[in-house]
């Protein structure tokens, strides 16, 4: 079975059709009876402006567009999580981002048409609807007109979207400008983002801002893992500048690891059985980047646990998740405040990065470090854990990156290959498992019209365990180890967990399809003609049921087949008295 991430929710074509009425100025209208600013909350939730008072502290100066609700928790998170800590000693320009709780209660607004969009998007680029991200661009520079003698200001864009290299890329472009010219221009550039096309995926989308035009596209669930569909450069007949992104949400992720290099492998593990980890950096800069690229590098499984890229000691989950009355989270911490080596001393796994600057020259062997060695944020730099692999090391992917590093080859290319050795790595993992799920279906000859559709068979451990001999990991990966406990260990843990129910929903979604595709491949009216009215009755309004299941689940039916079952259930309808012909036409979808 393909490990390429499958919408639960259409069929390829009915995705595109979707997407392409989307695409379209008048189906856009149509579809989504788009209002000032509904285009601009499809990107963004608002933008933030964070300055320092000297009276109150970090306060948000401005929130854009002015009706953008945030709650007073959230506008806590942000204004802590949109500095750096005084010890970064950030001078300049810092660019990074956060994630933090979405507050319980609040109404989802605007969402119908973006949940449609998020279906078929890769399970991994999928909106968590408990969390914003922050975008930050973060300036500081001496003044010494101003009372600090430092000016300090940050520019926050707030999304549901993971899109972290759009984001950071729209705010390298519109923050300096936006720190000349203030307020005015920061409303233009909304207005700009009002106009952007839907966040379609697998659509060359052009986004304008500020006379420049970023050219992109979103991946796909049906894109092949690994790949990336090359955006190009377009040549601009105007004044406007065009930009083409090569992704929208990957980080640099040889960058990332060059500091911990002989550790990828061990990392990798950690992230997939989601153990608790803390990124110790000396920036948010180095922290968020860090922790999304462990994040990814799990890909294309979903992390399902939480991660915060940078976390401060006034976050609103900081006792939550360093409380010692009970065991470490499955959570990825990035911090930078020297406050946390005593903190997150007593967690499992830490690891504590320098400065992200390219190696000159190869790496130095570097051992993994005794817990009790880390004494501070001041510590060397290195992956302190008392964790044993399960899996023996893979020599080839240190040679080879090493030779790049010698070479003097870019380091898109050292990450295009990281990137691949990751994925072989997860895929050569999860395929086993894809494989025994499948073999947990039903046949379709069990599938029988007259009667509830069956229910998938039970998940074994044991038996998934026997299948490995033969149909194990080592059929894709040379790879030695103990594999066995790396699984034993994974069926344990929230990644799992969250992978299953997903193919669970789905397996058990297309259960519900097959069983209307029997229903309508039945001729309903001679059973009507041959049962009671009370009979016929039940029978028009359990189908009208379907009907709406498949509408409100998404189910992955052919629209032909939804057609064909309408038809059924007006001819049947229509064969009835004219007093139930009324009562059932006015009941349902019909």
């Not at 009706?67 to 750096?84: M, Q």
């Not at 001496?142 to 864009?157: A, C, E, H, I, P």
């Not at 989601?274 to 992390?303: D, R």
């Amino acid at each position: 079975m393909s490990l390429r991430e499958r919408s639960p929710g259409r069929t390829a074509e009915d995705g595109e059709d979707a997407a392409g009425a989307l695409a379209e100025p008048d189906g856009s209208d149509r579809c989504l009876s788009l209002l000032p600013w509904d285009r601009f909350s499809a990107w963004l939730h608002c933008v933030c402006v964070v300055g320092f008072d000297l009276e109150l502290g970090q306060a948000v100066e401005v929130i854009y567009p002015p009706h953008s609700k945030l709650t007073d928790k959230e506008k806590t998170n942000i204004c802590y999580l949109s500095f750096p800590d005084s010890n970064s000693g950030c001078l300049g320009d810092t660019q990074f981002c956060f994630r933090f709780r979405q507050s319980p209660g609040r109404k989802v607004s605007f969402c119908c048409f973006l949940d449609q969009l998020d279906r078929d998007l890769p399970v991994y680029l999928k909106k968590d609807p408990a969390y914003y991200y922050g975008y930050v661009y973060f300036r500081q520079v001496r003044d010494k007109s101003l009372k600090r003698g430092y000016f300090q200001k940050s520019l926050v864009l707030i999304s549901k979207l993971p899109y972290v290299h759009l984001f950071r890329t729209m705010l390298k472009q519109i923050a300096p400008e936006y720190f000349e010219k203030s307020e005015a221009f920061l409303e233009a550039v909304c207005s700009d983002v009002d106009r952007w096309p839907p966040p379609i995926p697998g659509k060359i989308l052009h986004l304008p801002v500020m006379g420049i035009i970023m050219k992109l596209r979103i991946p796909t669930y049906r894109d092949k893992p690994g790949t990336t569909p090359v955006v190009q450069n377009m040549h601009q007949a105007d004044a406007q500048i065009s930009m083409a992104l090569p992704t929208v949400h990957e980080v640099d992720l040889f960058r990332c690891f060059c500091p911990v290099f002989f550790h990828i492998q061990m990392l990798w593990e950690l992230v997939l059985l989601g153990e608790p980890l803390v990124v110790m950096a000396p920036s948010p800069s180095e922290s968020s980047e860090t922790v999304l690229a462990l994040v990814s590098c799990i890909s294309p499984l979903k992390y399902c646990s939480d991660f915060r890229p940078y976390f401060t000691i006034h976050d609103s989950e900081f006792k939550e998740y360093t409380t010692r009355t009970q065991a470490p989270p499955s959570v990825i911490l990035g911090v930078t405040n020297p406050f946390f080596a005593k903190t997150l001393q007593h967690w499992p796994h830490i690891i504590r990065i320098g400065d992200l600057k390219l190696p000159g020259e190869v790496p130095k062997q570097v051992k993994v470090k005794k817990l009790k060695n880390l004494k501070t944020l001041d510590s060397k730099p290195g992956v302190y854990t008392s964790y044993k692999p399960y899996l023996n090391k893979d020599e080839e992917i240190v040679k080879q990156l090493q030779k790049g590093v010698q070479q003097k080859r870019p380091t898109e290319a050292q990450s295009v290959i990281l990137r691949r050795y990751f994925l072989e790595l997860t895929e050569s993992f999860i395929i086993p498992l894809e494989r025994y799920v499948a073999s947990l279906m039903p046949l379709q000859k069990c599938i029988s019209p007259w009667k509830s559709p069956p229910q998938l068979r039970q998940f074994s451990q044991d038996d998934f365990m026997k299948t490995l001999e033969k149909a194990g990991p080592q059929l894709t990966s040379g790879l030695k180890g103990d594999w066995i406990g790396l699984y034993r260990h994974f069926l344990k843990s929230p990644n799992f967990d969250g992978w299953f129910r997903s193919r669970q929903k789905e397996m058990t979604q297309k259960l519900e399809a097959l069983h209307l595709e029997a229903l309508c491949n039945e001729n309903l009216v001679f059973w009507s003609q041959k049962h009671t009215e009370v009979e016929t009755v039940d029978l028009v309004l359990k189908l009208k049921n379907k009907l709406l299941q498949a509408d409100r689940e998404h189910l992955p039916v052919k629209t032909d087949t939804l057609k064909k079952l309408q038809t059924h259930i007006n001819d049947i309808i229509l064969a009835l008295p004219e007093d139930l012909q009324d009562i059932l036409l006015k009941t349902g979808t019909t």
